[in-house]
């Protein structure tokens, strides 16, 4: 059941600029087949992170290349910044949060060096999936196609619990 009231919408900013896709297009099957739930991929033309909503920043990998947030309405995505980046062990990636902050929407989380990447053979491709919103909410996707960071380009709504039989 969804902690936010029913009916309530929160509005996602793009995380970082570049062409904004459904997650079914994401190259990854794991991503595209929603097994870690519904989203986005984009594909980034920038190289700086920035948080789509107010949310507590609940884990950063070690090697720096995706984290986890959860808004107060009890929202959890995953944002993960490239394909085959984790191979890199953090090097070519610069956290600006850590587990337990607290962030506003558009504060910057990371950035990477897209050299860094290229050199490595690393697909950039950034997947955001919301990882506890499989039922119990709606996702909209706005906007597709070429974005700027922190526009609006999602929004989730919470929905009404299905009924019971008698």
């Not at 029913?6 to 929603?34: M, R």
């Amino acid at each position: 059941m969804p902690a936010a009231p029913l009916g309530k919408s929160t509005l996602f900013g793009c995380p970082i600029s570049g062409e904004v896709a459904p997650v079914s297009q994401c190259p990854d099957p794991t991503f595209a087949q929603e097994i870690l739930g519904p989203g986005v991929v984009i594909f980034p033309e920038g190289c700086e992170l920035f948080a789509p909503a107010d949310a507590r920043v609940e884990f950063a990998l070690s090697t720096k290349h995706a984290l986890g947030l959860g808004t107060a309405e009890g929202v959890k995505f995953l944002i993960h910044v490239g394909m085959d980046t984790n191979k890199l062990e953090g090097h070519g990636f610069r956290l600006f949060v850590q587990t337990g902050d607290q962030v506003k929407r558009g504060d910057k989380l990371l950035e990477f060096d897209p050299q860094v990447m290229a050199k490595h053979h690393c697909n950039l491709d950034t997947p955001l999936v919301f990882c506890n919103c499989g039922t119990g909410w709606k996702m909209e996707l706005l906007k597709t196609g070429l974005l700027p960071a922190g526009e609006e380009f999602l929004r989730l709504t919470a929905l009404p619990a299905p009924r019971q039989a008698p």
